[in-house]
């Protein structure tokens, strides 16, 4: 079995993800998380909002997941958010265009090529399709949008449309959000939610789904003044693969962020700051930083909103995943989102000391305008203070030329009232830019256990065991009583079990089959230790038991009155050789 197989069959064995309504012939790119899974899931996002929410300093909303259709018009999703498809003319499935020229070709990103290009390439590899092997050079390539569609309450229902994103939440909102913040930038807004994509293809997995977790963070900065922390993460090397590197030969390189910055290789600051902070992060979850790397997106694969865009991704199976994307939106949102409601998406920024400047204004005579352009009448008056504002030399003749829905019209410049006055301002309206981390909390949850899987050989026989750090394991602790037909060992295994749960620790309870067995159930879920209660527990003075390291097998005797603060320290982080060195612990 290839290693994304292995993975999903101990994953459905052991309750961390299976497909969707398996009872009714499950539905492609639909996963629901078992318990051992919800629980490593639920891990990865509080360890997420400890790194980006509360120690960051920022907030934290979540939002509906369906909105109406206006916000989508106004992000640009309606026209934008869209996949190639095309359909075999014998079967009528339906396929992703460019994921079928990547399967048979050399070609990693296809989806920067183009539709007419991907088109010819399926009739030049000659690529069939999947499910029938009919050709299907010659055949249509479409945009296909991806967003869910759905009705906002009866009869005449307004049309809306599940979330393709998290993020639309956060900006639709900016104009109350901006007041939580007291108006000051830099401040950033997170959540943490669910969003959908009615994929053509869904496919390996929780890799490509039509509903997923996101963990976003919308960064609001003045591009003219706001700097983020960059020496905080100078030094931390960032693997890099860069659209220039991509182009040619190139190929992947190391850098430290200061470098990355000075070099130009990465052109946002904040985006290295954020490339630099998530990359400590990765490790410290368990991605594997010999199988990851940050990737530029070429011009052609860039979201329609994104100025610059790096994605980290993780090898799984020989080939890269995206699970994160840096986006720095400028100020597309916002901007897009006032303009189509008309309130206020901007921060007012305060001078330092008032400053004294001209303004050009107009006071067009509607008196005038009224008779002679008819309905236009208050097109031509906004296109006059449009033209004051840009370009007040175009005032310096007898008449003015201005453009109404594409067409030149001439006013006369007695009828527009020019003027320039001198006014002084406290202070200015901006429109803040945006730098946006979005987290795939599925293909990261997918990327810890394959990178956590592990094997190895234990008393002549191969254990399989994934190496979850403490922290994220979905079980910290299995309490094991030695024999479960004796009361006394039975009974001090359940107190131990409830003694440790009320200090706060995920523990589990085995009495099942061979002590050896029960360990390696719990080695496959990653389970770090277990504690197990034996006959020396119920029989020796000062009362021990034995725990258990999941990854090296270790063991050691542990005084019950020091269990609790010794596990703790080890979910803090502890090596278990490091609990070897105290004098009331013996190494077996």
């Keep these: 079995m290839s290693e994304l197989e292995t993975v999903a069959e101990l994953a459905k064995r052991r309750g961390f993800f299976f497909q969707t309504a398996e009872s009714y012939g499950g539905v492609g790119g639909f996963f629901t998380y078992g318990p051992q899974g919800s629980a490593l899931k639920r891990n ?24 109406p259709e206006p916000v989508f018009e106004a992000s640009g999703h309606l026209d934008g958010f869209d996949d190639m498809i095309v359909e075999c003319p014998e079967c009528d499935a339906s396929h992703r265009a460019d994921h079928l020229v990547e399967d048979n070709s050399e070609y990693e990103d296809a989806e920067a090529l183009g539709i007419e290009r991907v088109a010819d390439l399926l009739g030049e590899l000659d690529i069939a399709c999947p499910d029938c092997c009919t050709p299907l050079a010659g055949e249509s390539v479409e945009e296909f949008n991806l967003m869910f569609g759905t009705d906002i309450g009866p009869g005449s229902s307004q049309p809306g449309y599940l979330r393709p994103e998290t993020a639309q939440g956060i900006f639709t909102e900016f104009p ?8 000051q930038l830099p401040f950033g807004v997170a959540q943490i939610g669910d969003a959908y994509r009615n994929e053509i293809a869904p496919r390996r997995g929780l890799i490509r ?5 996101q963990a976003e963070l919308e960064q ?3 591009p003219a003044e706001d700097e983020p922390d960059i020496e905080s993460v100078a030094d931390v090397e960032l693997p890099l693969y860069s659209a220039t590197a991509q182009e040619g030969d190139g190929k992947q390189e190391t850098y430290t962020v200061r470098e990355a910055v000075e070099e130009g290789v990465i052109e946002s600051e904040w985006i290295a700051y954020y490339l630099g902070l998530a990359r400590d992060w990765y490790d410290a979850i368990g991605i594997d930083m010999d199988r990851f790397r940050y990737r530029q997106h070429k011009a052609g694969e860039r979201a329609h909103y994104a100025a610059d865009c790096w994605d980290a991704e993780t090898e799984l199976d020989g ?26 998406f901007t921060v007012f920024k305060q001078y330092d000391e008032p400053k004294t400047v001209e303004r050009p204004s107009v006071d ?15 097109a031509v008056a906004d296109a006059l203070d449009a033209l004051a504002a840009a370009g007040p030399d175009a005032f310096d003749g007898e008449t003015v030329a201005v453009e109404v829905d594409g067409e030149s019209v001439e006013v006369d410049a007695d009828v527009a009232n020019f003027e320039v006055e001198t006014v002084t301002e406290a202070g200015e309206h901006i429109t803040p ?24 050989e234990v008393d002549g026989e191969e254990r399989t065991y994934l190496s979850l750090p403490a922290e994220l394991a979905p079980t910290f602790a299995c309490v094991v009583p030695l024999v479960s037909n004796e009361p006394a060992i039975v009974e001090q295994a359940e107190r131990a079990r409830e003694q440790l749960r009320e200090a706060g620790l995920a523990v589990a309870y085995d009495e099942s089959g061979a002590i050896g ?16 209660v034996d006959h020396e527990t119920i029989e020796k003075e000062p009362t021990s038991v034995t725990v258990r390291d999941r990854d090296t097998t270790a063991q050691a005797r542990i005084p019950v009155e020091e269990l609790q603060e010794c596990l703790l320290a080890l979910r803090a982080g502890t090596d278990f050789a490091d609990l070897l060195e105290r004098d009331t612990v013996t190494p077996l």
């Design 319 to 344: 080939e890269w995943v995206e699970v994160t994307g840096f986006a720095y939106r400028s100020d597309y949102d916002l901007t897009n989102h006032a303009e189509a409601t008309g309130d206020t």
């Design 176 to 183: 109350r959000l901006k007041e939580y913040a007291r108006g």
């Design 44 to 67: 990865v996002e509080d360890r997420w909002r400890d790194r980006f929410v509360t120690r960051a300093g920022n907030m934290e909303v979540s939002a509906p997941d369906v909105m």
């Design 209 to 213: 789904v039509r509903a997923f977790t």
């Design 364 to 378: 067009p005579d509607m008196a005038t305008l009224g008779p002679e352009f008819g309905g236009q009448a208050g």
């Design 220 to 222: 609001f900065i003045d």
């Design 517 to 532: 067995r029960r360990y390696r159930r719990q080695d496959e879920i990653g389970t770090p230790v277990c504690v197990t």
């Design 433 to 456: 830019h945006v730098v946006e981390p979005s987290f795939g909390i599925g293909r990261l949850f997918y990327s810890v256990l394959v990178h956590s899987y592990e094997t190895d």
